[in-house]
């Protein structure tokens, strides 16, 4: 993630940020389901998913799906790349932390003392 905070930082500022910039539920069940896949590849952004597999993995509809992606989008808490046709779009989840900033991985530099 950043040098900032880690992943339960982003998600303790997400709901500080909810008392000012409230999402719906379905927003904040999209972003937390976002925030699990982006875990689970180790930050690889963009995460490429289709909208049938998040409907899916969140139990909304496809319209539902992308009615929350929209809200988030307009809120500051993501930004989608569409690739065009059927394929997945790609996501990058925003930060919470200093607002707007894309999460990303820091490479760790070698410990010179184990060379």
Same mark, same amino acid.
């Given at each position: 993630? =950043?040098?900032?905070?880690?992943?339960?930082?982003?998600?303790?500022?997400?709901?500080?940020?909810?008392?000012?910039?409230?999402? @719906?539920?379905?927003?904040?069940?999209?972003?937390?389901? %976002?925030?699990?896949?982006? =875990?689970?590849?180790?930050?690889?952004?963009?995460?490429? %998913? +289709?909208?049938?597999?998040?409907? #899916?993995?969140?139990?909304? @509809?496809?319209?539902?799906?992308?009615?929350?992606?929209?809200?988030?989008?307009? @809120?500051?808490?993501?930004?989608?790349? +569409?690739? #065009?046709? +059927?394929? *997945?779009? #790609?996501?990058? %989840?925003? +930060?919470?932390? *200093?607002? #707007?900033?894309? %999460?990303?991985?820091? *490479?760790?530099?070698?410990?010179?003392?184990?060379?």
């Amino acid at each position: 993630m =950043n040098a900032l905070g880690g992943w339960v930082a982003e998600i303790r500022f997400f709901y500080k940020r909810q008392v000012f910039y409230p999402l @719906s539920p379905h927003g904040q069940a999209l972003w937390h389901y %976002l925030m699990w896949r982006a =875990n689970e590849v180790f930050w690889q952004l963009p995460l490429r %998913l +289709s909208v049938p597999e998040i409907a #899916g993995a969140t139990h909304m @509809s496809a319209a539902m799906v992308k009615k929350a992606r929209t809200e988030l989008e307009t @809120s500051g808490y993501i930004l989608t790349e +569409s690739y #065009g046709g +059927s394929r *997945p779009a #790609g996501y990058v %989840l925003l +930060s919470c932390i *200093p607002p #707007g900033k894309p %999460l990303e991985i820091k *490479p760790k530099i070698a410990d010179k003392t184990t060379q």
